[in-house]
Every structure is written in C-alpha cells, then in structure tokens.
C-alpha cells in the first residue's frame, strides 16, 4: 500500500539497511568534534576572561550627559564586541562597576584586553577616561653598586 501512495517510501527500507553501518561510524566523528570544539570555545572564553582591562570613568562636578549622549556611549558599549575580535560573546562582555572607597563613589569599566582602544575612547564630553595599569609585572632598575675605590 506504501508503494501505491508514496513509491519513494517503498525504497527507504533499503535506504536505511545501506546508510545505517556508516551512520554508526560517522557519529562518534561528529560528536568527537562537538565536543572538541565546545571544549576550545570555553578555553578561549576562560583566557579572555583572565585577560582583561579596567578603565576608571571620571566625571567632572558639572557633568549632566543629555540622551543624545547616553545613547552615543551605549552604541559605543555595544561596538566592544565586536572590538574583542576572536572572542567569544561570553568573554568579550563589557562590565560596569561601581565602587564606594573613602565616601567617594568611582565608576569602572571593564572589558576584554583586546577592545582596550574602544574602552578608553572617551564617551562623554565632560568624562575623564583613565586607564588603571597592572604595575605587577613592572620590576624596578636595579644598578649594581661599583666595586673598588671610590
């Protein structure tokens, strides 16, 4: 009756048994490179997370951004993504942060290392954008002291 209504589905019985072996071998294939590529894809998330750069935004007393403003740095929030080139989303996000130190309220931003240009241009008008180094890895200069007489 299949044959009658449908003759294409007469055929799929024999379509299976043919492609069933080699379906067996090519799925461990396909799930070896799932795996592989879901594993390098959290690597390279892991690695930009562990990497990434602070800027301190600085406003002056007088600073009152219109929306025009404010959209313009949220546009430019949004280009950071795409700035983090070879990133995954997850860790090329941008982070705003605020902080209370000495009853002074700071705000940073944080984001991928690889965006920095895009994190220090500077958004507003009246906004000072500081770049907050990591001094650890700069040693001091040592000169050794002369020997001999002096």
Do not use: N
Not at 60 to 83: C, I, K, M, N, Y
């Amino acid at each position: 009756m299949l044959d009658v209504i449908h003759p294409p589905l007469g055929d799929l019985g024999l379509v299976l048994s043919l492609v069933t072996p080699y379906a067996g071998g090519v799925a461990p294939v396909v799930m070896a490179s799932w795996l592989g590529r879901k594993v390098h894809r959290a690597r390279r998330a892991r690695a930009a997370l562990a990497d990434r750069v602070t800027v301190e935004l600085i406003p002056t007393s007088t600073f009152d951004p219109s929306e025009a403003e404010v959209a313009r740095w949220a546009r430019q929030l949004g280009r950071v993504h795409h700035a983090a080139d070879g990133v995954p989303a997850r860790g090329s996000a941008v982070r705003l942060r605020y902080t209370a130190e000495t009853g002074k309220m700071r705000c940073y931003l944080e984001g991928a290392r690889t965006a920095q240009a895009v994190l220090t241009m500077p958004g507003f008008a009246e906004v000072e954008v500081r770049a907050q180094e990591d001094r650890t890895g700069i040693q001091p200069v040592r000169f050794p002291a002369p020997e001999g007489p002096a």
